[in-house]
């Protein structure tokens, strides 16, 4: 490695004559050639660099929000100690703002044929797959005058799954799923119910319940109740387009319709229906299916990790006819998009009668907050036009719902923190309600 900078000025003075220069310099140039000599064996006796053996262990996923550890060993196969500190790099959305310095740089000292562990304490703010970029050791020789310095390629991969921060709301739609799934029967009939059991009638009963044949073979009139039918098919179909990229809060759209996706995946795998996965713009995305109800939800989260917005129109005949042959049989089709007077009307409005002739089907929006905030805002003139504005806006996504119920589609319009449970109790009242 050669000599740069302030330490090669100082070999080159050790190295020239006393004899031809001044008598007053010899003292100066004694101490200089002295110094290049502390720094000439300050470097020889540093450990070198690219002989290291680096290799990574730790975690290889983990939610948005919580922290990743990922272990990187060190080991020194020279015979001199290493005295080194080192960066361990990783994409800037690894780390919360400002804790990439504390996290990414060590001190380590190695010595002769042993090795170290050094930990990586990843705090990711995206979804997706983060790869290590490289490893940078700068070794230090006993006095700290000389170093070495190399990179190494250490590959490791740590993906970010969706934070699924709507979690908090399953235990209490659990609890509404129980009384609908024969541990409390109902008295609803139609179509997605099956038979339960008898029992004796009481006033305020659906007379159309009552068992005649029951009845004629004992005293009393006897009525049938019915439990929601399992092993339905529900098809989660995510519009990842444009408009899937607007931010609400923090986040773009798309994340919201994710976490309402999760929680109702969670909530019809514990029903005993299967649960489907599409993402589409103008191709597929992502497709999940074909799996069990325990292996479902993990499933959907890594498909989901790495699935971002794209900046085009979605393509609504593509995307329906993708998912007609995802669900080949009747399903409940959950469509997450935005209710947008445009894309609906041009788009999906005119291709949704193929979607409804076979399926029940659903459409779920996340709404901007800020739109809200303005429909409230008073107190000046500027807040009263953004109030008015703010108005148009909602009328229109009412105007848009309304045609789509018209077509007989659920709809479901809420805020990101609203729309998940929102998403869930639609999906338990139509069980109830005997539509799946």
Known sequence: MPLTGRAALLAALGSIPVGVLEPGWTGILA???????????????????????????????????????????????????????????????????????????HRLAVPPGERRRVTTRLRPTRRGDRQADRVTVRSYGPLGLFTRQGTHKVPWTVRILPPFTSRRHLPSKLARLRELDGRTSVLTRGEGTEFDSLREYIPGDDTRSIDWRATARQSAVAVRTWRP????????????????????????????????????????????????????????????????????????????????????????????????????????IVLLTTLDAAPVEQGLLPVLPRLTQRHTVLVASVADPHIARMARARGSAEAVYEAAAAAQAQKEREHTAEQLRGHGVTVVDALPEDLAPALADAYLALKAAGRL
């Open 229 to 332: 039918e399992r092993d339905r098919h529900i098809l989660l179909v995510l519009d990842t387009g444009r408009t899937s990229a607007g931010r609400v809060g923090d986040a773009p759209r798309l994340d919201a319709s994710m976490d309402a996706a999760l929680l109702l995946a969670a909530l019809a795998a514990r029903a005993g229906d299967r649960v489907a996965l599409l993402a589409y713009d103008r191709r597929v995305r992502a497709l999940v299916q074909g799996r069990t109800a325990g292996d479902v939800l993990p499933s959907l989260v890594d498909a989901m990790a790495s699935i971002e917005p794209e900046l085009v129109e979605t393509d609504a005949r593509g995307l329906t006819a993708a998912a007609l042959r995802t669900a080949p049989r009747r399903s409940l």
């Open 31 to 105: 101490v200089n050639g002295s110094l290049a000599l502390a720094c000439a064996c300050d470097y020889a006796l540093a450990a070198p660099v690219r002989r290291l053996l680096l290799t990574r262990s730790g975690d290889t996923s983990v939610r948005l929000g919580d922290t990743a550890e990922v272990t990187l060993t060190v080991t020194n196969p020279a015979g001199r100690p290493l005295r080194a500190r080192l960066r361990d790099a990783w994409p800037p959305s690894s780390w919360q703002p400002g804790a990439e310095t504390g996290s990414s740089r």
